[in-house]
């Protein structure tokens, strides 16, 4: 019996990525935030806004796509003529997903459309604007300024009406806080309170994705209009001192 299905070959991919994954998170703490790949049913909620907007054109920014659990939900969701910027800073998941899109069925079609940058999205440079931003990265793994730094590109390159959709697993602060320092402690509550102003002016739902390892809480924001058509945005800021 030959055992080189398209299942078998799929399930040995995702166990050489799983491997990956765990190595560079291992590593690389600042670029990984988890010891395994986001699960399908939370790549699926990440990439719903995209879906969600078809059949118009958009643009789009992955920041944050570790092996590409999302990267394979977003490309099918992508309508003709869509554009996916793809932000990775890890050297070894940039050089993944450039394989990954490469090999994509649909990639003749898009070619043009998709690229992979292997920067951090502070440092991305660009004129483009997006109406659907995507972010894996994890937050609680950054400095108080790091995450207000980061929300602010991200705000930046929303077009008005843009959306933005990212992920925090649940519980992962409480742990922290029993087996890290006071100092940890506070900086993990900085952060969290930090999004939470975040959440108050510009969320649009919130669901809990009980099927991940670990459980995650996915956030949508958005970047308003005002009655004008203009961008009504005004940037959070801690009120904690750094």
């Not at 010891?35 to 909620?45: D, E, F, G, R, T």
């Not at 659990?69 to 940039?94: K, M, Y």
């Not at 705000?155 to 100092?183: A, D, H, I, K, N």
Request: glycine share 6%; with cysteine; aromatic share 8%.
């Amino acid at each position: 019996m030959n055992k080189n299905t398209p299942h078998s070959r799929a399930r040995t991919q995702h166990a050489n990525e799983g491997w990956t994954f765990l190595a560079e998170s291992i590593r690389n703490h600042r670029t990984v935030g988890s010891i395994a790949p986001s699960s399908k049913p939370l790549a699926n909620l990440l990439a719903d806004p995209v879906l969600e907007r078809a059949p118009r054109i958009s643009n789009v920014l992955e920041v944050g796509a570790g092996t590409g659990s999302v990267t394979r939900a977003l490309l099918p969701r992508l309508p003709q003529g869509s554009r996916l910027d793809i932000v990775e800073a890890n050297a070894h998941f940039a050089a993944h997903l450039r394989r990954l899109v490469h090999g994509h069925q649909n990639f003749p079609d898009k070619q043009e459309q998709i690229r992979v940058h292997n920067v951090f999205v502070e440092q991305l440079s660009t004129d483009r604007r997006y109406d659907v931003i995507v972010s894996g990265l994890p937050f609680s793994n950054f400095s108080l300024w790091q995450v207000e730094e980061i929300m602010g590109r991200y705000l930046e390159l929303l077009r008005p009406g843009g959306t933005l959709t990212y992920f925090s697993y649940c519980g992962s602060r409480w742990v922290r806080t029993l087996l890290t320092s006071r100092s940890e402690a506070r900086r993990q509550l900085d952060v969290k309170l930090l999004l939470n102003q975040y959440h108050n002016q510009y969320a649009i739902g919130c669901w809990t994705v009980w099927g991940n390892l670990p459980p995650a809480k996915v956030w949508q924001l958005r970047r308003p209009i005002d009655a004008l058509g203009a961008s009504d945005i005004s940037p959070v800021k801690s009120d904690v001192s750094r």
